[in-house]
């Protein structure tokens, strides 16, 4: 298993596309560009009608499958807003999770927005698809700036799946 897992993301190293895009960017899991993903620990096989694998999330495990870049590979455009969206199922009762997005050059923060959902919104055991935007801060943005995108958990556990992530 772990031996197929390691094979699975040399391939995706290997056949990976980084190129920039003219007109913002759009990403999804499994999609193209497949650089950039980050916690590809959390993948599991689960029983879903998209993909081979979801983000299994909780107190061991908080930070999902995510996404880190700098601005600058993913556009040519100044990006002015990130949009993440994401299908969620929590798996406990007590479950409750952050949906981020965040922005630093060279190790200094430049902004962090987080959205805290937990299941009196998303319901036990059903997927739910949640959605979260940042306009970006553009008068600090610079050549090194990198954005990572991630659902963080707070407590309880939880699904993550269809991961997409788009900048205008």
Same mark, same amino acid.
């Given at each position: 298993?772990? $031996?197929?897992? $390691? %094979?699975g993301i040399?391939? +995706?190293? &290997? &056949?990976s596309? /980084?190129?920039?895009r003219?007109? *913002? &960017?759009?990403?999804?899991?499994?999609? =193209?560009?497949? /650089?950039?993903w980050i916690n +590809?620990? !959390? $993948?599991?096989?689960? #029983?879903n009608?998209?993909?081979?694998n979801?983000?299994f999330?909780?107190?061991a495990a908080?930070?999902?499958l995510g996404?880190?870049?700098? $601005?600058?590979?993913l556009s040519?455009?100044?990006?002015?807003?990130?949009?993440f969206?994401?299908d969620?199922k929590? +798996?406990? #009762?007590?479950a409750? %999770? !952050?949906m981020?997005?965040?922005l630093?050059?060279?190790?200094n923060?430049?902004?962090w =927005?987080g959205?805290?959902? #937990? !299941?009196?919104s &998303?319901?036990?055991?059903?997927?739910?698809?949640?959605?979260?935007?940042?306009k970006?801060p553009?008068?600090k943005?610079? *050549?090194?700036? =990198?954005?990572?995108?991630y659902?963080?958990?707070?407590n309880?556990?939880?699904l993550? #799946?269809?991961?997409?992530?788009?900048?205008n």
């Open positions: 298993m772990k $031996l197929t897992a $390691l %094979f040399i391939l +995706l190293i &290997f &056949f596309s /980084c190129g920039k003219d007109t *913002g &960017f759009s990403l999804r899991h499994g999609g =193209e560009p497949n /650089c950039g +590809l620990g !959390t $993948l599991r096989p689960d #029983d009608e998209t993909t081979n979801v983000s999330i909780d107190t908080q930070y999902s996404y880190r870049q700098r $601005l600058n590979q040519d455009k100044q990006v002015k807003e990130i949009i969206e994401a969620v929590p +798996l406990t #009762d007590n409750e %999770f !952050t981020v997005i965040s630093d050059s060279q190790g923060g430049i902004m =927005e959205i805290k959902h #937990d !299941t009196k &998303f319901p036990k055991g059903k997927w739910s698809t949640v959605k979260h935007s940042a970006i553009v008068d943005i610079d *050549g090194n700036t =990198e954005a990572t995108i659902v963080w958990n707070n309880g556990s939880s993550i #799946d269809n991961i997409r992530i788009e900048g």
